[in-house]
T-cell receptor, first 112, second 112 residues
């Protein structure tokens, strides 16, 4: 297995533009998590899915953020409109029950 | 809300020294995991401890889970520059969804 695959690795966009981050979890994993990491706040859980169903989105900062998981092999995190304070590294992780997370390599987002 | 406090936040040592990182909480966790993250990559799972009082060794790394399953420690013997990175502890609360609570992390720098 190639692990959790995220794209793009880097994204630079202008304030106000829509940004879509993509994630392909490990086949067979039943949970998928979106995290945001900054120096100030560390790893923040944004939303997580179990069997493609959103379980807890209380970490999504604002209505500008949305996430979908249309099937077991794909998820997106969308920011519309983006703002400079959204600049961070966004990680996707997948797991099977309470076994350890496998993280992707992340998407470094810069909003200018 | 379950919280995990990691200490120290920063650690800068010379090659060959020993070190211990602590992870503490007032909550009980069903299991606790340790991750290591290198710059530009996602966290990578090092170990999972599930039994109170459990000790696991991974080469020069020793992980311990407290008897009450509220705290954990990571001890590195004879640190090497390759050990440099961000170390994260994460606790599982026993839900079937596998949601983890992450500590803020310890940034370790080992100087040659």
């Amino acid at each position: 297995d190639a692990g959790v695959i995220q794209s793009p690795r880097h994204e630079v966009t202008e304030m106000g533009q829509e940004v879509t981050l993509r994630c392909k979890p490990i086949s067979g994993h039943n949970s998928l998590f979106w995290y945001r990491q900054t120096m100030m706040r560390g790893l923040e859980l944004l939303i997580y899915f179990n069997n493609n169903v959103p379980i807890d989105d209380s970490g999504m900062p604002e209505d500008r953020f949305s996430a979908k998981m249309p099937n077991a092999s794909f998820s997106t995190l969308k920011i519309q409109p983006s703002e400079p304070r959204d600049s961070a590294v966004y990680f996707c992780a997948s797991s099977l029950l309470e076994m350890g997370y496998t993280f992707g390599s992340g998407t470094r987002l810069t909003v200018v | 809300t379950q919280l995990l406090e990691q200490s120290p936040q920063f650690l800068s040592i010379q090659e060959g020294e020993n070190l211990t990182v602590y992870c503490n909480s007032s909550s009980v966790f069903s299991s606790l995991q340790w991750y290591r993250q290198e710059p530009g990559e996602g966290p990578v799972l090092l170990v999972t401890v599930v039994t109170g009082g459990e000790v696991k060794k991974l080469k020069r790394l020793t992980f311990q889970f407290g008897d009450a399953r509220k705290d954990s420690s990571l001890h590195i013997t004879a640190a090497q520059p390759g050990d440099t990175g961000l170390y994260l502890c994460a606790g599982a609360g026993g839900t079937s969804y596998g949601k983890l609570t992450f500590g803020q992390g310890t940034i370790l720098t080992v100087h040659p």
